[in-house]
């Protein structure tokens, strides 16, 4: 059965916002964040690979949101947790997002599983937590679900937004002069590597000004190659919860930040928005889901 993707993300985006942090003011997911801005720039390396010139060539402006996955603005940074990265490039053929986290999959492959995982991850009103035994009975029926629901369990404090590994999680496709379509995945690797706080934080430990300090006072700070995973016959193009195995890659360029900026509307960042000589997997039922709820959630903090 075809899964009606406009209906079930008002369901999704009506099950986000019925929790107590929700407000109309931010977004139903990735509340928290941070606006910086910087360029792109392009190695060279996939020329012949696609007709998108921002990717072949150049440098491009990008606007770049950094935060924490949930819908709580008041999260605390201290608490351990996946981040997200969106990098918007203003390109001369249009608009290109790029919206990675630094968890290594998906949970789910569609919609009617989301549901469940929300259900199942829904607090309980005795300890305010979610029910491990809810959450247990999911990964057995959803053993797909396993690496995203391992990875936030094992995640860390990281030392700043920019000493994490961000990834886009779905398959995109370059796309040649002839037509010839090169399926592929995406990184955005941090230039100094990874790097994690040691022992707990402190209460008071806070990204956002970490990112500001970091960005006056250490410079050049806040680099990421962007590492273009190529696939190969036989590699899941619609599902965002299989891991691929290793694949050549290729460093597309290099994001460089800049500057701060205020995080303010109106901007949305769409994993589907993308330009001549890039396309999306269209049998992955998650990306258009992640787009249509995407649009619900700008609607309303713009609304008014």
Do not use: C
Not at 76 to 84: R, T, W
Not at 165 to 171: P, R, S
Not at 228 to 250: C, F, K
Not at 263 to 283: M, Q, R, S, W
């Amino acid at each position: 059965m075809t899964t009606d993707i406009e209906s079930t993300a008002r369901t999704i985006h009506q099950v986000l916002r019925s929790v107590p942090t929700s407000s109309a003011s931010h977004r139903a997911l990735h509340a928290k964040g941070v606006i910086a801005r910087g360029a792109f720039t392009a190695s060279g390396a996939l020329s012949g690979l696609t007709t998108a010139g921002h990717l072949v060539s150049g440098s491009t402006p990008a606007t770049v949101r950094f935060s924490h996955p949930g819908g709580d603005p008041r999260v605390s940074d201290a608490l351990p947790s996946g981040q997200g990265m969106a990098v918007k490039l203003r390109t001369d053929g249009g608009v290109h997002d790029l919206v990675g986290v630094s968890a290594p999959a998906f949970p789910v492959r569609d919609g009617a599983s989301f549901l469940e995982l929300l259900s199942a991850r829904a607090p309980d009103p005795e300890t305010g937590a979610p029910d491990p035994d809810k959450m247990l009975a999911f990964i057995a029926a959803h053993p797909e679900s396993l690496p995203a629901i391992q990875s936030a369990m094992d995640a860390k404090v990281p030392a700043s937004y920019t000493s994490l590994t961000y990834n886009g999680l779905h398959t995109f496709f370059l796309v040649d002069a002839n037509g010839r379509r090169q399926p592929f995945r995406w990184s955005w690797v941090p230039v100094g590597g990874e790097a994690f706080l040691d022992g707990p934080a402190d209460d008071a430990f806070d990204l956002a000004t970490e990112l500001a300090d970091r960005l006056v006072s250490r410079p050049p700070a806040g680099q990421f190659d962007l590492v273009l995973h190529l696939g190969e016959p036989g590699d899941p193009t619609g599902d965002p919860t299989a891991i691929w195995p290793q694949r050549p890659t290729v460093v597309a360029g290099r994001l460089g930040l800049t500057s701060m900026a205020e995080d303010v509307e109106p901007i949305i960042f769409d994993p589907t928005n993308v330009t001549d000589g890039v396309d999306v997997a269209h049998d992955d039922e998650i990306l258009q889901l992640r787009s249509a709820a995407y649009g619900l959630s700008y609607g309303v903090r713009t609304s008014g």
